[in-house]
């Protein structure tokens, strides 16, 4: 599955498949991005980071790329399972200074 | 990366009254955070809270609606006073990584608030 624009709140995708979910950033000058994901009644939880001097990130099932031309990050999980239904936000700073976060995706898994 | 409980975990308060919400950490930090999520709504950050040092509000974040204090490097309160309905919210206390990336911030679990 793939979700469809910038700003889609929910993304609903077929267990086994593999997710794309997008943010589009504010602030051009902003050096590290983060995403969290955030399981109902739970707080967030760190999932994957990037600094602007790199494009790509990958760690254990999810990659993070960043186009620092648009202004856009995105989180890629591969092979998608039950538990990675989540609503996942990404957040942003500039040199240490605070997160500011996204509007935040819901992600569903089908069995 | 740290560990970080908060109490309550989730209250349910009247009109009018003040909770405090306490945070945890298992190891000494110099920067805490507190976040509000409203229902269905992305972290907005309320305030910066250094030990020793009166904490920073962020734009629309007062310190006599959101009190905070920060006696000691593991351990922060944060006060919702005079609730009204609107205040119904998740509050969130977060923390910097460590030496190694201390941009990166760890959540507790929240604090669920319902305010009648």
């Known amino acids: 599955g793939e979700s469809v624009g910038l700003h889609l709140p929910t993304l609903s995708v077929q267990e086994g498949d593999n997710s794309i979910i997008n943010c589009a950033y504010s602030?051009?000058?902003?050096?590290?991005f983060i995403w969290y994901k955030q399981e109902s009644g739970k707080g967030p939880q760190f999932i994957i980071d990037?600094?602007?001097?790199?494009d790509k990130r990958q760690g254990q099932r999810v990659t993070v790329l960043l186009n620092k031309t648009v202004k856009h990050l995105s989180l890629q999980i591969a092979a998608t399972q039950p538990g990675d239904s989540a609503v996942y936000f990404c957040a942003e700073s500039k040199e240490g200074s605070r997160l500011t976060f996204g509007e935040g995706t819901q992600l569903t898994v089908n069995p | 990366s740290a560990v970080i409980s908060q109490k309550p975990s989730r209250d349910i308060c009247q009109r009018g009254t003040s909770l405090t919400i306490q945070c945890q950490v298992d190891?000494?930090?110099?920067?805490m955070f507190w976040y509000r999520q409203q229902p269905g709504q992305s972290l907005t950050l309320i305030a910066t809270?250094?030990?020793?040092?009166?904490?920073?509000?962020e734009s629309g974040f007062v310190i006599d609606k959101f009190p905070i204090s920060r006696p000691n490097l593991t351990f922060s309160t944060l006060t919702v006073s005079n609730m009204s309905p609107e205040d119904s919210s998740i509050y969130l206390c977060?923390?910097?990584?460590?030496?190694?990336?201390?941009?990166?911030?760890?959540f507790g679990p929240g604090t669920r608030l319902t305010v009648l």
């Open positions: 977060s923390v910097e990584g460590g030496t190694s990336d201390t941009d990166t911030q760890y």
């Open positions: 190891s000494q930090v110099t920067m």
């Open positions: 602030n051009s000058a902003s050096d590290y």
């Open positions: 990037i600094r602007s001097n790199m």
């Open positions: 809270a250094n030990q020793g040092s009166e904490a920073t509000y």
